[in-house]
């Protein structure tokens, strides 16, 4: 396997353990900060991937899959206002108990609130309706946060698809180079 950075390595285990759970599909809709994630996701054959660059489009798209069959899509958009247009479809998951995966792509910690391009507070983003949040830690050389990024990924498959299934939120941290 060919490792880029830990940027790449960070999305591939977040992403396998959402496979090796079950997951078929990822909506993506693409951004410059998101481009680990994405690079991830149209690289595994595991993963059926659709491409939808308006971000609202893409959430109301991602929740038509996962009401198709009860599985839980995966939707990947950048940092910053990107983020925002997915709120609708995360309350509609919410409210007719439809499993998401949201995967949002952010600037690490250090940029925030520094007038960084699409730098907004997106812990927490979508309040009461995501049944699991959590910010994965920003890659590290060290094997203890890809077995942390492991973890954070199965505890929220597991928020999803556990009743009441609904929509799960994990904020994404990557810090350049992508």
């Not at 090796?20 to 059926?48: D, N, W, Y």
């Not at 939707?75 to 439809?98: F, K, R, V």
């Not at 890659?139 to 009743?163: F, R």
């Amino acid at each position: 396997m060919n490792i880029p950075n830990l940027n790449w390595l960070t999305a591939h285990v977040l992403l396998s353990a959402f496979v090796q759970g079950g997951c078929k599909r990822v909506v993506i809709s693409p951004g410059s900060h998101s481009t680990p994630l994405a690079h991830v996701a149209v690289s595994m054959p595991e993963l059926q991937h659709y491409i939808v660059i308006d971000e609202r489009s893409a959430g109301y798209f991602a929740l038509g899959l996962s009401k198709s069959d009860n599985l839980p899509a995966i939707l990947i958009c950048t940092s910053g206002t990107a983020t925002a247009n997915y709120y609708p479809a995360i309350i509609e998951a919410a409210q007719s108990y439809t499993p998401l995966i949201v995967l949002t792509a952010d600037r690490p910690s250090h940029l925030q609130g520094t007038g960084a391009m699409q730098t907004i507070c997106q812990a927490n983003l979508y309040g009461n309706f995501a049944r699991f949040f959590s910010e994965v830690p920003l890659p590290k050389p060290e094997v203890e946060h890809y077995n942390n990024v492991q973890a954070l990924a199965s505890d929220a498959l597991l928020a999803a698809t556990c009743s009441p299934n609904g929509p799960v939120h994990l904020n994404v941290p990557f810090d350049e180079p992508l």
